[in-house]
C-alpha cells in the first residue's frame, strides 16, 4: 500500500505543481475561445480526479510487471501530459501544445491496448482520461483556429 501512496501523490502532487507553475493567466484569458469551454473551476476538479486515476492504474501495473511496455507508456503519456501546460500556457505555443495532445492521447490508447488483456481494471481506469484527453485535443484545436 505504501507504493500505491507514493504513486498517488507523486502523480497528484506533480500534476499540481505543473498546474499552479504555469497557470493560464492573462494570456489564456484574452485568448478567443469555441462556445463549448468548461467553467475554470472544472479543470482543477477533473484532473485531481484523473491523475489519482492514473496513479493507480500506473500503481497496478508497476507491482506486476515494472519493466513492461505497458509501463514504459505509462511513464510517456506523464511526461507528455506533464509538458502540455508549460507549452500551452508558459510557452503560448498553441499549436505544439495540440501536437502534444495528439502523441499524449496514443500513448494513452497504446497503454489501454497493452493493459487491457493483463488488467482490464488498469485498463478501464484509462478511459476518462483518453475521453478528457480527446476533449481537450478538440478544446486545443479550437482554440488554435480561432487564434
Do not use: C
Not at 504513486?7 to 475561445?33: C, D, M, R, S
Not at 500556457?89 to 501544445?97: D, P
Amino acid at each position: 500500500m505504501f507504493q500505491l501512496l507514493l504513486f498517488v501523490v507523486g502523480v497528484v502532487g506533480l500534476g499540481w505543481l505543473i498546474g499552479t507553475t504555469n497557470p493560464p493567466g492573462e494570456w489564456y484569458a484574452g485568448l478567443a475561445k469555441p462556445g463549448f469551454v468548461p467553467p475554470n473551476w472544472a479543470f482543477p476538479l477533473a484532473w485531481t480526479i484523473l491523475y489519482t486515476l492514473i496513479a493507480v492504474a500506473g500503481w497496478r501495473t508497476f507491482r506486476r510487471e515494472p519493466g513492461s511496455k505497458a509501463m514504459l507508456a505509462w511513464a510517456a503519456q506523464m511526461v507528455l501530459n506533464f509538458a502540455w501546460s508549460p507549452v500551452m500556457f508558459t510557452m503560448h505555443q498553441i499549436g505544439a501544445a495540440l501536437v502534444i495532445l495528439i502523441a499524449l492521447f496514443a500513448a494513452i490508447v497504446t497503454y489501454i491496448g497493452l493493459e487491457l488483456s493483463r488488467d482490464r481494471l488498469a485498463a478501464a481506469l484509462f478511459a476518462p482520461y483518453a475521453a478528457w484527453v480527446a476533449f481537450a485535443g478538440v478544446l486545443n484545436a479550437a482554440i488554435w483556429r480561432l487564434n
